[in-house]
């Protein structure tokens, strides 16, 4: 080799200069155009520098880094640089010194990582190969070296050249490869080709192999080919074995095997010319290869999906990018070509169906398909299937299409001319594709619209015969749906125009078969195939990342992306966002609104999947403190309202979900119904309305949807209508509303059970409340055809399906206004006139025919005896009416017109709003406007024939064949308690019908009972409330305490609204009411004391409910209070014993019950506002009777007394009518005491209107008769007993009473010598006279006998006698316990022995409540008590002068009562005869009754004759508390005096009490 020198100072000076040097000329070398001299000097340069390494001139490491750089000038270099090595190998070779051979191994094995291997096996030595390490050994490699050139050159092939000739076998690939376009068959060529083999000895075999490979090549030749292999070999398993050898050799790493090979086997097979398992055996992969190779698809889909959801580290992602490289890596090394893919592929080319499915059932499902060739085939099959039904059935109007042609190879799958052909393979075909019809959308869109037109067909015909042909089609269509329209759809990329398109097909199927397919897409698809699972996890990792970034502000942006991904796969996504919704309500407003750009099908699977949400047996309904229903629910529910308001989906499943829950017991769900009403219908269910809003609801519906509501909720007209549809056309209206209203009484029993009370209560009143709406809904959007067509008859709505009284009738009231009003137009148009009188008659005509069948249908719903009182008239009118019928809210009507003309002034002052748009609005709100104002004249008019038609009929509203007190008793039952609570609206409606019957003049109504049974005793009412029953029962109270405030305010309102009306007569004649006797009416003096006495019960009531602890007492009589608060309290010692226990309930509740306590701070903040409007007793009525004459002395009773009328008509008439009443207590099966507490009748004695014929002296003994008591009262409680001055007490308390036996002694003799008539009336006197002993000892003042003279004496001048409103009041809730009334009863004589009162007329005295309240709450006011120790005090001094004059008078008083004796006697008896024969009749008839007005005096008798011992417990009792010494002393000895009373008293002998009290005085 010549060599070029390189310079010394190149190598001295190498890394300094030389190596930089070398590089350059190397790069100039290199540059060289004459490439025979630049290669050799570029090999001189390079031998030059690695012979420098050699001698060791050179570091190794420094030359080594300049030969890489070097290799990178030119692809040749390496070659370049092997021949240097080859070279310097054999230099070295030759040389002695070994280190210059070791320099130049080190060399070579240096440079190895940059020249190949390969070049220096060709080109160095073998010993130096083994020495670098290429090679194992030496000789192994030398031999190995000379046997591939023996065989490449020198060993010769087996060619049988003794009997073949290669011209046969060129002239045969001729003759095979000619033009067969001529008249050349199969048949000339297979001559030819015979002739051939003869001549030149050519193998049969071979021959078949050149054939097979010519046919090859020439694939399009099917015809030719096939017949002349047909004609040519007819052994099926030699062509097989052919066929085997030729798939063989391409099953080699990196082989492909051709298309032709699969056309000329798919061919062969297809014409039977060999059999599919002889060729199958010699196609690769095994099965068992392609099933795990399946299962390890799955596995990494699976795998992918996890990774998805899982939180990943950063350091773990990287770790996880470098494992899938190496994957992907590891990936491009191709495994040898499936040949059974290849094979099917081809089979479905030529449309064999029958080979290509036997093939596709040896894969696992969708295996085959999942390849994107055998999918396309397939679909192209199917194309061509489809063509001509589509052609006929599914292709759009005026569209052309694609016109495809049918295969005409013989045995390809027929074209379906027909749905039922279909069924033959096109089917199957589809499902053998499943989910990867997603390749072709042409194809997807063309079987959706096969579907549409089935079912249309499906719906039209009617036939039987083909019923269940059509049946069958309708499961196979269902079935396609399920196993390839939603997969494929869901590998589609957000294609809308699909999914509006499978809508068209799922919008015909009922909701029922919808569901179960969407149910099966989100639960069961996602898990059969790889690519689903692998789908599923993209779409929920990118679910999560748009829900992390949706707001309210980027809601359209997000929408989009929301709707994009919901285009594919809905319902992972909605699950998902739904989850989201579930934990944070604040995203359903943004979310909803996000929704816009779904398409029809994902509204529908996004009402499934709220439905599936809620439907979810894993998620718990009620928080964990089990008192609330849980917020996921509630937020579920808002969505459904705000979403099926907003978007057109179908609202069929969600009711029916609804209506299922209901039958099931469960009424949780009702939460979703009452969102929904609210907001598509705009009617909003809420007891916090405030009294504007409650004025308008009483309007007509402009006025309700103006004013009525919180939020005002516009263009609801269209949404209402759908809701409306789907009740009706799914019949679900009536059946839900009969649901919720047997549902509503059954939550305690059924759904109660271990429940809180707390969510009792509120799942009740959501049942309730949702039923108001809902029934509110149907009534306002419903035609009266469609109504009347739904709701039955009252009867059968509670005989029948058991519907409670009030609910029947809420449904039933909407039908017959309807009926009323069209039957009122009826006969309008029939006679037409047009004055006002024509028009009210015609009304109350068409009232009379719509509501007789009513009346008579009422009957059946309560027992025969409720008539005896009530008319059915009167019962249905009440519940049929409406506060629409009753007034009209004019300021309601003024205020929402006043409101549209602040609107168009404003709009017209706004500068910034269009011309047009101003235009717009101004037309809105006048348009509003005018509508308002027409509807208020139309119910103005609508309410003046209610009101004609109520006083035509008030006459026969109320029979009162029983008591006055009857009569209330079932109104208040049957009527005003189970309407009052049933709405807001109600509750006032019932307040303000008490006021029209009392304003209308109603006969045998007495107003003033009703409302003393309302008032009285409400204590167990509030406590059998929910919380919104409270609300509404608060209400109702506040209406009804506004009336009676407008009256108590103003002397002259009173007397305009109550004087001679008979709801304020205190007396009844036995011929009638005449009404022009004042004596016969309550004063307003006297009603003024009433209204004390009903202020004074509420206190009572409110505190004992206050002081029970007990949850739903204290909530319910807050809420009440909260209500009423407007006019109650008004006076202020009781709105301080009010403020002072609310206030304790708060100190007590603070950390208890934050409810309570936010409950009793509120209404205690605005007790506080109300106190500057309270006033003291004295200002509410006059604590002192202001006429002292009109009233006798014997209304002054002891507090637990209930009485004392003046004449034995009264007696026997008030004694045998509260016998009735307390028999009726005991058969409602409470014991009842009937005292002053309880108590609600207005009694008023016969005296009132004689008062005046009372003598003076009358007057002045009876004064001086309550001084002397008083002070002798006061005397015992100051003097303790040891005292001489007791002592002397009690002498002569026996004296007294010896000489009581004595005259009684006496009256029994003469009562053996007198008749017994006369007996009994004597036996009555001497119980009189004994009573007054009695009330002597105690201090208490008696009647004067003149001035009992003088009474009988103006009673027997009387024309006819008086009954006295009599009968304590009974509420059809239960009273207080009997142990509780005696506390209250003897707290009362305790409270009025302390100071005498003002008398009344009213029989209940109303003296007693303002007293016994004073007393009653003396633990609050100190003040109270140290006056009375000062009075005491006073009164001490005075005690020894007054003793002795008492004594002297009560010696008078007792032989004045016996000279009078004779005299009674026989007034008594005179009169008893008379009213025996006046009552006779009455008596006789009412005797039978159950509860009867009056009995015979003889009755009266023997009822005392009964209770001769209760008497004197009842004095024992009224003396004991006398001897106590001052307020704090009192009211401990008071505690223990109840205890004691607790114990020993029962309800029986309570009653005793009360009878023998009131027989006292007879």
């Given at each position: 080799m010549a060599t070029l020198i390189l310079p010394c100072e190149w190598i001295k000076n190498w890394e300094k200069s030389g190596k930089l040097e070398f590089v350059h000329l190397c790069k100039e070398l290199t540059e060289k155009t004459d490439h025979g001299s630049e290669i050799r000097d570029i090999q001189t340069a390079l031998y030059e520098l690695c012979w420098q390494v050699v001698q060791g001139n050179l570091k190794l490491d420094l030359v080594v880094s300049v030969l890489g750089d070097m290799m990178e000038l030119r692809d040749y270099m390496p070659s370049i640089l092997a021949d240097v090595f080859s070279t310097l190998d054999l230099e070295t070779a030759a040389l002695e010194e070994k280190?210059?051979?070791?320099?130049?191994?080190?060399?070579?094995?240096?440079?190895?990582?940059?020249?190949?291997?390969?070049?220096?096996?060709?080109?160095?030595?073998?010993?130096?190969?083994?020495?670098?390490?290429?090679?194992?050994?030496?000789?192994?490699?030398?031999?190995?070296?000379?046997?591939?050139?023996?065989?490449?050159?020198?060993?010769?092939?087996?060619?049988?050249?003794?009997?073949?000739?290669?011209?046969?076998?060129?002239?045969?690939?001729?003759?095979?490869?000619?033009?067969?376009?001529?008249?050349?068959?199969?048949?000339?060529?297979?001559?030819?080709?015979?002739?051939?083999?003869?001549?030149?000895?050519?193998?049969?075999?071979?021959?078949?192999?050149?054939?097979?490979?010519?046919?090859?090549?020439?694939?399009?030749?099917?015809?030719?080919?096939?017949?002349?292999?047909?004609?040519?070999?007819?052994?099926?398993?030699?062509?097989?074995?052919?066929?085997?050898?030729?798939?063989?050799?391409?099953?080699?790493?990196?082989?492909?095997?051709?298309?032709?090979?699969?056309?000329?086997?798919?061919?062969?097979?297809?014409?039977?010319?060999?059999?599919?398992?002889?060729?199958?055996?010699?196609?690769?992969?095994?099965?068992?290869?392609?099933?795990?190779?399946?299962?390890?698809?799955?596995?990494?889909?699976?795998?992918?999906?996890?990774?998805?959801?899982?939180?990943?580290?950063?350091?773990?992602?990287?770790?996880?990018?470098?494992?899938?490289?190496?994957?992907e890596e590891e990936k491009n090394d191709k495994p040898p070509d499936n040949q059974k893919l290849g094979l099917l592929e081809a089979l479905l080319r030529i449309g064999d169906w029958h080979h290509a499915q036997r093939i596709m059932d040896q894969m696992p499902s969708f295996y085959a398909s999942s390849h994107k060739a055998i999918a396309l085939a397939l679909c192209q099959l199917v194309h061509r299937t489809v063509e001509p039904l589509y052609r006929r059935v599914g292709l759009p109007k005026g569209a052309r299409g694609c016109v495809i042609h049918p295969l005409r190879i013989k045995g390809a799958p027929r074209p379906a001319e027909s749905f039922e052909d279909l069924r033959r393979d096109t089917f199957s075909m589809i499902c053998y594709l499943g989910p990867h019809l997603s390749h072709d959308a042409i194809l997807f869109a063309k079987i959706v619209r096969l579907g549409k037109g089935f079912m249309k067909e499906y719906q039209s015909d009617s036939r039987s015969d083909v019923k269940e042909k059509m049946e069958t089609l309708l499961s196979c269509f269902l079935s396609i749906a399920d196993q390839v329209l939603l997969p494929s759809l869901s590998l589609m990329e957000c294609n809308a125009c699909m999914s509006e398109e499978l809508w068209g097909l799922f919008k015909l199927f009922p909701y029922q078969h919808r569901y179960r397919l969407y149910g099966q897409w989100k639960n069961e698809t996602y898990t059969s195939h790889p690519l689903l699972v692998k789908v599923k996890a993209q779409t929920v990792e990118r679910a999560k990342y748009i829900m992390k970034r949706l707001t309210k502000e980027n809601v359209k942006q997000s929408g989009r992306q929301i709707g994009k991904l919901s285009h594919s796969n809905p319902t992972i996504l909605f699950d998902y966002m739904l989850s989201q919704i579930q934990w944070y309500d604040n995203l359903i407003v943004p979310v909803v609104d996000s929704l816009k750009y779904l398409t029809s099908l994902n509204y529908d699977v996004l009402a499934y999947c709220i439905i599936e949400a809620l439907a979810n047996p894993e998620k718990e309904k009620m928080k964990h403190d089990d008192t609330t229903i849980s917020s996921?629910?509630?937020?579920?529910?808002?969505?459904?309202?705000?979403?099926?308001?907003?978007?057109?989906?179908?609202?069929?499943?969600?009711?029916?979900?609804?209506?299922?829950?209901?039958?099931?017991?469960?009424?949780?769900?009702?939460?979703?119904?009452?969102?929904?009403?609210?907001?598509?219908?705009?009617?909003?269910?809420?007891?916090?309305?405030?009294?504007?809003?409650?004025?308008?609801?009483?309007?007509?519906?402009?006025?309700?949807?103006?004013?009525?509501?919180?939020?005002?909720?516009?263009?609801?007209?269209?949404?209402?209508?759908?809701?409306?549809?789907?009740?009706?056309?799914?019949?679900?209206?009536?059946?839900?509303?009969?649901?919720?209203?047997?549902?509503?009484?059954?939550?305690?029993?059924?759904e109660g059970g271990e429940k809180h009370l707390k969510l009792v209560g509120h799942l009740y009143d959501q049942c309730h409340d949702t039923l108001v709406q809902f029934g509110g809904f149907l009534a306002s959007n419903l035609s009266t055809e469609d109504y009347i067509k739904r709701v039955p008859s009252i009867d059968i709505l509670c005989n029948q399906f058991h519907t409670p009284h009030d609910a029947a009738f809420f449904l039933s009231r909407p039908m017959y206004a309807h009926q009323i009003l069209s039957r009122y137009d009826e006969l309008k148009k029939a006679e037409k006139g047009n004055r006002q009188q024509q028009k009210a008659h015609k009304y109350v005509a068409a009232c009379e025919q719509v509501m007789t069948p009513v009346h008579e249908a009422v009957v059946s719903l309560h027992p025969a005896r409720v008539w005896d009182d009530l008319r059915p008239q009167f019962y249905a009118t009440f519940w049929s009416?409406?506060?629409?019928?009753?007034?009209?809210?004019?300021?309601?009507?003024?205020?929402?017109?006043?409101?549209?003309?602040?609107?168009?002034?404003?709009?017209?002052?706004?500068?910034?709003?269009?011309?047009?748009?101003?235009?717009?609005?101004?037309?809105?709100?006048?348009?509003?406007?005018?509508?308002?104002?027409?509807?208020?004249?139309?119910?103005?008019?609508?309410?003046?024939?209610?009101?004609?038609?109520?006083?035509?009929?008030?006459?026969?509203?109320?029979?009162?064949?029983?008591?006055?007190?009857?009569?209330?008793?079932?109104?208040?039952?049957?009527?005003?308690?189970?309407?009052?609570?049933?709405?807001?609206?109600?509750?006032?409606?019932?307040?303000?019908?008490?006021?029209?019957?009392?304003?209308?003049?109603?006969?045998?109504?007495?107003?003033?009972?009703?409302?003393?049974?309302?008032?009285?005793?409400?204590?167990?009412?509030?406590?059998?409330?929910?919380?919104?029953?409270?609300?509404?029962?608060?209400?109702?109270?506040?209406?009804?305490?506004?009336?009676?405030?407008?009256?108590h305010s103003d002397r002259a309102t009173y007397e305009k609204e109550c004087v001679n009306y008979p709801g304020f007569l205190t007396i009844f004649r036995a011929t009638g009411f005449d009404g022009g006797?004042?004596?016969?009416?309550?004063?307003?003096?006297?009603?003024?004391?009433?209204?004390?006495?009903?202020?004074?019960?509420?206190?009572?009531?409110?505190?004992?409910?206050?002081?029970?602890?007990?949850?739903?007492?204290?909530?319910?009589?807050?809420?009440?209070?909260?209500?009423?608060?407007?006019?109650?309290?008004?006076?202020?010692?009781l709105g301080q014993a009010l403020e002072c226990r609310v206030h304790k309930i708060c100190l007590e509740e603070k950390d208890k019950r934050p409810d309570l306590y936010a409950l009793a701070m509120g209404y205690s903040g605005r007790l506080k506002g109300q106190k500057v409007h309270m006033v003291p007793e004295n200002e509410f009525h006059h604590k002192e009777q202001p006429a002292r004459s009109s009233t006798p002395a014997n209304q002054q009773n002891g507090p637990g007394s209930t009485g004392k009328p003046a004449t034995s008509t009264s007696k026997t008439e008030e004694g045998t009518s509260e016998d009735g009443d307390r028999g009726k207590d005991k058969s409602q099966g409470t014991t009842k005491p009937v005292n002053k507490a309880n108590s609600a009748a207005v009694k008023v004695t016969t005296s009132n209107g004689n008062g005046a014929l009372n003598s003076t002296k009358a007057v002045k003994e009876r004064d001086d008769k309550e001084k002397s008591g008083k002070e002798k009262k006061e005397k015992k409680e100051k003097t303790p007993g040891s005292t001489p001055e007791t002592k002397a007490e009690n002498r002569r308390e026996k004296q007294r009473d010896e000489r009581a036996g004595k005259e009684e002694r006496v009256a029994r003799e003469g009562k053996e010598k007198t008749p017994k008539a006369d007996r009994e009336k004597l036996k009555a006197e001497e119980k009189a006279s004994k009573d007054d002993k009695a009330k002597a000892g105690n201090g208490e003042p008696m009647e004067p006998p003149r001035e009992r003279d003088a009474i009988k004496e103006s009673k027997s001048k009387e024309k006819g006698d008086r009954i006295a409103v009599a009968g304590s009041l009974k509420s059809p809730v239960p009273r207080l316990e009997s142990a509780e009334s005696e506390r209250d009863h003897k707290r009362r004589k305790l409270d009025s022995h302390a100071s005498p009162s003002h008398s009344s007329s009213v029989k209940d005295n109303s003296n007693e409540p303002k007293e016994s309240t004073s007393k009653h709450h003396a633990n609050y006011n100190s003040v109270t008590r140290s006056k009375s120790r000062e009075r005491e005090m006073e009164k001490k001094d005075s005690d020894n002068t007054q003793g002795r004059s008492k004594e002297k008078k009560e010696e008078k008083d007792r032989k004045e009562r016996k000279r009078d004796h004779a005299l009674n006697e026989l007034e008594t008896s005179l009169e008893s005869k008379r009213r025996k024969d006046e009552n006779g009749m009455n008596s006789s008839k009412n005797s039978k009754s159950a509860s009867p007005s009056c009995d015979s005096p003889l009755s009266v008798e023997k009822e005392k004759i009964k209770r001769p011992k209760s008497s004197s417990k009842e004095k024992a009792e009224s003396v004991k508390p006398e001897r106590t010494s001052s307020g704090g002393k009192k009211e401990s000895r008071h505690d223990k005096s109840e205890k004691k009373e607790k114990r020993d008293s029962s309800g029986g002998k309570e009653e005793k009490k009360h009878h023998k009290s009131s027989d006292k005085h007879r």
């Open positions: 280190i210059k051979r070791d320099h130049y191994t080190q060399l070579v094995g240096a440079c190895l990582f940059f020249v190949p291997d390969a070049i220096l096996k060709e080109r160095l030595d073998p010993e130096t190969l083994e020495s670098l390490g290429l090679i194992k050994q030496a000789h192994q490699f030398n031999q190995k070296i000379v046997k591939i050139k023996t065989k490449l050159f020198y060993k010769q092939q087996k060619f049988n050249l003794l009997r073949e000739e290669n011209e046969g076998y060129a002239k045969l690939i001729t003759e095979l490869g000619q033009d067969l376009s001529g008249n050349i068959t199969s048949h000339l060529v297979l001559e030819s080709i015979k002739s051939l083999i003869g001549c030149f000895n050519l193998d049969p075999n071979r021959v078949l192999d050149i054939i097979l490979e010519v046919y090859e090549s020439r694939s399009d030749q099917d015809e030719f080919f096939l017949s002349l292999i047909k004609s040519y070999m007819c052994e099926p398993l030699t062509l097989c074995h052919i066929l085997g050898f030729k798939f063989k050799f391409y099953q080699e790493p990196n082989e492909e095997t051709p298309k032709s090979l699969y056309h000329i086997a798919a061919a062969l097979l297809h014409h039977h010319l060999i059999e599919l398992e002889d060729l199958y055996v010699h196609l690769m992969p095994v099965d068992a290869t392609i099933i795990e190779e399946h299962k390890k698809d799955i596995s990494e889909a699976k795998q992918i999906a996890r990774k998805l959801v899982m939180v990943v580290l950063p350091s773990e992602k990287s770790e996880d990018k470098d494992k899938e490289k190496e994957k996921w629910l509630q937020s579920l529910a808002s969505l459904c309202g705000a979403v099926f308001r907003k978007y057109p989906i179908e609202l069929a499943g969600l009711l029916q979900y609804v209506t299922n829950q209901l039958k099931a017991g469960k009424s949780f769900d009702l939460l979703i119904l009452k969102e929904v009403v609210q907001k598509m219908a705009g009617i909003e269910i809420t007891d916090e309305m405030t009294s504007e809003q409650l004025e308008a609801m009483t309007g007509g519906e402009q006025l309700k949807a103006e004013g009525g509501y919180f939020g005002q909720i516009r263009n609801t007209k269209k949404s209402s209508q759908r809701l409306k549809d789907v009740l009706l056309d799914h019949e679900l209206a009536l059946p839900l509303c009969l649901l919720m209203a047997q549902q509503r009484n059954g939550v305690v029993f059924l009416l409406t506060m629409y019928d009753l007034a009209v809210p004019h300021s309601a009507y003024e205020r929402e017109v006043n409101k549209l003309k602040v609107q168009i002034r404003a709009i017209e002052e706004n500068p910034e709003i269009p011309m047009n748009k101003k235009k717009k609005e101004k037309e809105r709100c006048t348009a509003l406007q005018e509508k308002l104002q027409e509807e208020e004249k139309k119910q103005l008019e609508h309410v003046q024939r209610v009101l004609h038609r109520l006083k035509l009929e008030k006459d026969n509203w109320l029979l009162a064949k029983s008591t006055k007190n009857e009569t209330i008793t079932k109104f208040l039952q049957l009527c005003l308690f189970p309407r009052c609570i049933f709405s807001s609206i109600d509750a006032v409606y019932c307040a303000r019908f008490v006021e029209l019957v009392h304003q209308q003049k109603t006969p045998n109504f007495c107003t003033l009972l009703c409302y003393d049974r309302v008032f009285s005793a409400i204590i167990y009412t509030v406590a059998s409330c929910t919380e919104n029953e409270s609300h509404r029962y608060g209400r109702f109270l506040c209406c009804m305490l506004e009336t009676v405030t407008r009256w006797n004042k004596a016969d009416q309550l004063d307003y003096e006297n009603f003024r004391h009433v209204v004390h006495k009903w202020h004074y019960m509420l206190t009572k009531a409110s505190v004992h409910c206050l002081e029970t602890g007990d949850y739903t007492h204290i909530r319910n009589i807050l809420i009440v209070l909260t209500k009423i608060l407007p006019c109650y309290p008004k006076v202020l010692n």
